[in-house]
């Protein structure tokens, strides 16, 4: 702002167009931050969502007596007893699942106890979640 003889004037356009420079360089440097965090915690929600599912097909198994088996397909996860499938739960668009140290991607329960330790890995573009299942069942989550 200029005074001239004691009177304001307003801004120059140079000055207008300073400030919208400055700002669309500060909106251009946090868009993309921006969706990196949106991208890790929909990745998030989606790891912890599975983990429930995984801890709720152990205590089935161990309420039940029971041999739960849960098995990965591209686009979702089924788990079954005695070959019927109890329930599947599809993975979200965009999303990968692979098992790291397992064959054919299926994890077992039977009465409270998994057959052998697993590592799931749940990924996007950039960022993964892996879930590690431990011989007592237990679920641990590391994004």
Do not use: F, G
């Given at each position: 702002m200029?005074?001239?003889a004691g009177?304001?004037?307003g801004s120059s356009l140079l000055e207008l167009i300073g400030a919208l420079l400055i700002s669309a360089a500060l909106v251009l440097l946090?868009?993309?931050r921006l969706s990196q965090l949106r991208e890790r915690t929909f990745l998030r929600l989606a790891a912890e969502?599975?983990?429930l599912e995984i801890e709720r097909a152990y205590l089935l198994s161990r309420l039940e007596n029971?041999?739960?088996?849960i098995s990965a397909q591209s686009d979702s996860i089924s788990f079954s007893r005695n070959g019927k499938i109890l329930r599947a739960v599809p993975l979200a668009k965009g999303?990968?699942?692979?098992f790291t140290n397992r064959r054919a991607g299926e994890i077992v329960f039977y009465q409270g106890q998994s057959a052998s330790p697993a590592t799931l890995m749940l990924s996007t573009g950039t960022?993964?979640?892996t879930l590690t299942i431990s011989l007592r069942g237990r679920v641990k989550?590391?994004?």
């Open positions: 200029k005074e001239n009177r304001l004037r946090t868009v993309p969502k599975l983990q029971s041999r739960i088996e999303l990968r699942l692979s960022s993964s979640c989550l590391q994004c």
